[in-house]
Each structure stands twice: as C-alpha cells, then as structure tokens.
C-alpha cells in the first residue's frame, strides 16, 4: 500500500573504471566481440583501479587475478575481464583490493593494476564488463565512446 515510499534497488551497471566506453562488437577480441559470453560494453580506461560496477556480492576473483564476478541484487551476474589476454600474465600486474563472498557498493575498488608494468609488457587493457546470464534481463546498454567515471556513470540500465 505504501510502496511509493519504499525507496527502489539500483539494479543498474555503472563504470568499474573512469575513461571511455567502447561497444563490445568492437572490442578487438572474438570471445567478448561475438558476445559468446553474454551481452555487455568495453572500456578503455587511465587509471589504475577497478571498482564494483553495482551493489551486490562478489561471486569470485579469477586466480590469476584478471577478472572478477559480482552477482547484482538482481541476481544479474557481472564479469569484469581487465584487459585483453591478462590471464596469461598470472597475477602479475594485478593486486587484490576486496574479497569473494563480500558484499560491496557500486564503486567499491576490488583490484588494482600496475599500470606502468602493464604498459612495459604491451598489454591491451581494453577491459569488458559482461552480464553472463544476460539472457534472463531486459536492458539498454550505453552507446559506445562517451566518457565515464567509475561507480558514477550509468552504462547498462535493467528494465
């Protein structure tokens, strides 16, 4: 009766990093560009820290610490894959900043990169953010190349 003053869950996806968003058919990869993982957007990012893109709980931090899950309130469940081919670097270049199974805020850092080691070794930090059960949701994705701030901006709103 008084849902009017019940305050609404933000299911949506905001920037895990701050720089540039990229459509993911244009992501220089066949796995994420063909969208065999699900729908989602790219980034292209300066900094050196990536943040939670939403409420929700850490579902898993890859052991070579290039990627990470994050199941929404929704129960979306979110991928961010931080740059191109980084599992072959075995952690190296990344530090772990939160946990699995903690539950964190939209803009929450979870890992750091070595940007300067990144950049030594050539590497494409070109970073998806992919929903891997996106066959369950209605949403719009953001069109590519607009600017973005982690944890501010709005990338993928869920209907």
């Known amino acids: 009766m008084f849902d009017i003053f019940k ?11 701050t720089g540039e968003t990229i459509a993911l058919e244009n992501v220089p990869d066949k796995m ?3 969208k065999l993982m699900g729908e ?11 943040c939670a893109p939403c409420d929700g709980e850490i579902s898993m931090i890859a052991n070579t610490l290039h990627a990470f899950g994050i199941t929404t309130t929704n129960g979306a469940e979110i991928l961010v894959h931080i740059g191109l081919d980084t599992v ?5 270049g990344f530090k772990v900043i939160s946990e699995a199974g903690k539950k964190v805020k939209k803009g929450t850092p979870i890992i750091e990169i070595d940007r300067e080691f990144m950049e030594q070794n050539n590497i494409n930090l070109i970073t998806p953010m992919i929903i891997t059960n996106s066959d369950n949701f209605n949403f719009e994705i953001e069109e590519g190349d607009k600017q973005v701030i982690a944890g501010e901006s709005k990338v993928i709103h869920f209907k």
Do not use: H, T
């Open 7 to 17: 305050k609404k869950k933000d299911n949506d996806l905001y920037a895990p990093v």
């Open 40 to 50: 989602g957007i790219g980034f292209r990012f300066d900094g050196n820290i990536v």
């Open 32 to 34: 994420f560009a063909g």
């Open 88 to 92: 072959e670097l075995n952690g190296k």
